[in-house]
């Protein structure tokens, strides 16, 4: 990951961090359970983004460097950790 990522993720990860701290609050002062929800939802939005910069990340650098490689292992090995990826977001679903 290129340090502009990094840095733009890390923040992004701090920022969903103060919004979890914002929820456990309200669940603490006893709030409207539907706010409530909107806020886990937000979070859990914005934590699928922060994933989908990472594996952007990791299929552009990591899966194509093993692709292109000679290491036959190591190429197996990231293409079966990337359809067991697949699979579970899949049956989440």
Do not use: P, W
Not at 21 to 27: F, I, L, S, T
Not at 56 to 70: I, K
Request: with cysteine; glycine share 2%; charged share 30%.
């Amino acid at each position: 990951m290129d340090e502009i990522t990094r840095k733009k993720t890390i923040r992004r990860l701090q920022i969903i961090e103060g919004h979890v701290r914002a929820v456990q609050r309200m669940v603490d002062q006893d709030e409207y359970c539907i706010d409530v929800i909107r806020q886990i939802s937000a979070v859990q939005s914005a934590l699928s983004k922060v994933s989908q910069v990472i594996l952007a990340e990791h299929l552009s650098h990591c899966v194509t460097e093993a692709v292109r490689g000679d290491d036959a292992k190591r190429r197996e090995k990231v293409l079966h950790e990337i359809a067991e990826m697949f699979k579970q977001t899949h049956n989440k679903s």
